[in-house]
């Protein structure tokens, strides 16, 4: 009966039913044991990133907290690694304008000064 199977089910069911919902029981502890696991690590990490605020006179700053779970799929690690590759790109590419955009300024700010001593004569 721990099992989920009904008195029905043990007593008149199916004879192998049993050893089905043996496994199946087996399956929800090993997931809940998963699941434990998974917690006590987010726990852990909170607690680990807190750790230098926790001693006195200490001049460390707590680390914030995950934006993201952890990831439990390769799927979803090759997505995490693939959208923090655009960022950093889009990133470099908006330095690379703006330093662009700054040397621009500074040749036509060169240039109109040449053209402003131009017609003075020494």
């Known amino acids: 009966m721990a099992m989920g199977m009904t008195y029905e089910q043990f007593w008149d069911g199916e004879v192998t039913a049993h050893k089905c919902f043996r496994e199946a029981k087996k399956l929800r502890l090993v997931e809940q044991n998963q699941m434990a696991w998974l917690q006590g690590m987010y726990v852990y990490e909170a607690i680990a990133d807190l750790a230098p605020m926790l001693k006195a006179f200490a001049k460390g700053k707590p ?21 923090e590759e655009r960022e950093r790109y889009e990133r470099i590419k908006a330095k ?3 330093f662009a955009a700054r040397k621009k300024q500074q040749e036509s700010e060169k240039k109109s000064e040449v ?4 017609g003075c004569v020494p």
């Not at 053209?115 to 131009?118: G, H, I």
């Open 96 to 98: 690379i304008a703006e």
């Open 63 to 83: 680390k914030p907290y995950r934006n993201e779970p952890y990831d439990l799929f390769e799927a979803q690690r090759k997505a995490r690694e693939e959208r």
């Open 115 to 118: 053209d402003s001593n131009a």
